[in-house]
């Protein structure tokens, strides 16, 4: 038997139901007091017995079979009165219907068990018997009605804590909410605006600077670095002002937007090839986001490190795996290039595999991937390029 049938309350009665009738039994056999009615009082008492057993199912109609054996008892077979097992089981028997239900059935089973103890005492007992078995009722049931208010008190209760458990939780998320609008208004307000107005500036000197291209590059580089800033904080702001349902102002990055990425990279000036199936599987949004940022990671550092090497981008999936690979080759470098090496040295290897070695880009995207169980290899390849292959376990959905 486990422990959870152990702990059921119907098994009370059916434990107590043969006790009873058991006891009853044993007192007509050692009680002389029954003399040849013994044999019926037992039978009684077992009948009893029996209707107890059926409070665990219907606790007013297990009462009342138990009351009625009292006055058959002694009007058909003749016993001597109330029995100390009989008196027991009744008490016992309003006590559960006081718990079990609801005051005004119980009542009912009250009032049938004194009726019968009543019946009961006209017939066999002592005047005094008249009075006093029925008054030792009113105890046992005004426990059980006690028990019943104590358990619907309990009740209430745990409904009332898991009520301001909610609320808590309520309280918590709408007092973040807050902060994350706060923080995304701060953002908006006055690091998006502070780094717009320099972009502006910038665009304005990259005119002046018409006579001078070398330093006009270098300024329509900043320049495009700060317009790629402002739409990344245009894109955090979107996710700090999540509306309540859970739709975002601003679509959360994902591989779905490979096509807007590519075209920003190209637009920046680097010259991509993408090889990626036409209509990648619906990835979970842990590991979308994350190739998504990793692979805006590499090609950000092809940018900045490796003089617009031309890259190729290479996307894979099967049913185990996502892989994105981002190669580069080496950056074309003019003569006066002082070094510039022959083919597959170290020194014509990207300055992205060198700042890949000891900046943060890399250490962020192996943290990303960590979160996600993934894999990332980065290192200068053969041809004095540098490549990055990041491999993304899919969890199965089983």
């Not at 600077?209 to 739409?231: H, I, K, S, W, Y």
Request: proline fraction near 7%.
């Amino acid at each position: 038997m486990t422990m959870t049938r152990l702990r059921d309350v119907r098994l009370i009665p059916l434990v107590f139901g043969p006790l009873v009738g058991a006891l009853a039994v044993l007192e007509t056999g050692l009680d002389d007091f029954f003399g040849a009615a013994a044999t019926a009082t037992g039978l009684s008492g077992i009948a009893m017995g029996a209707g107890l057993a059926v409070m665990a199912w219907r606790p007013l109609a297990g009462t009342v079979i138990a009351a009625v054996c009292l006055p058959v008892g002694t009007v058909v077979f003749g016993a001597p009165g109330v029995s100390g097992a009989t008196m027991i089981g009744m008490i016992g028997a309003v006590a559960w219907s006081g718990w079990r239900e609801p005051p005004r059935r119980s009542a009912v089973a009250l009032g049938v068990s004194v009726a019968s103890f009543t019946s009961t005492a006209l017939v066999g007992a002592s005047l005094w018997e008249l009075f006093f078995v029925p008054s030792v009722l009113l105890p046992g049931w005004s426990m059980g009605l006690l028990a019943r208010r104590s358990g619907e008190r309990a009740v209430k209760l745990a409904e009332l804590a898991a009520a301001l458990d909610a609320e808590r939780e309520i309280n918590a998320r709408a007092a973040v909410a807050r902060e994350r609008t706060r923080i995304a208004r701060e953002v908006h307000d006055a690091v998006a605006h502070s780094v717009s107005v320099m972009t502006l500036q910038l665009g304005g000197l990259r005119r002046i600077l018409a006579d001078r291209p070398a330093e006009q590059e270098v300024v329509a580089g900043l320049e495009r670095l700060g317009r790629q800033t402002v739409e990344e904080m245009r894109g955090l702001v979107g996710i700090l002002r999540e509306r309540a349902d859970g739709e975002e102002t601003a679509p959360r990055p994902s591989l779905a937007r490979l096509g807007e990425l590519i075209a920003d990279v190209r637009a920046a000036g680097l010259a991509v090839t993408l090889d990626a199936p036409a209509d990648l599987p619906r990835l979970p949004p842990v590991l979308d986001l994350t190739a998504y940022r990793v692979l805006q990671e590499a090609l950000t550092n092809v940018l900045r490190h490796a003089d617009a090497a031309p890259t190729a981008v290479a996307i894979g999936c099967t049913d185990q795996a996502l892989t994105v690979e981002v190669r580069n080759g080496p950056a074309p470098r003019g003569p006066e290039d002082p070094v510039a090496g022959p083919r597959g040295t170290p020194e014509s290897a990207p300055r992205g595999a060198e700042s890949g070695r000891t900046g943060h880009g890399l250490v962020g995207m192996r943290e990303r991937l960590a979160m996600v169980h993934g894999s990332l290899h980065a290192g200068p390849e053969p041809d004095g390029g540098f490549a990055v292959r990041a491999r993304f376990p899919i969890p199965r959905t089983r």
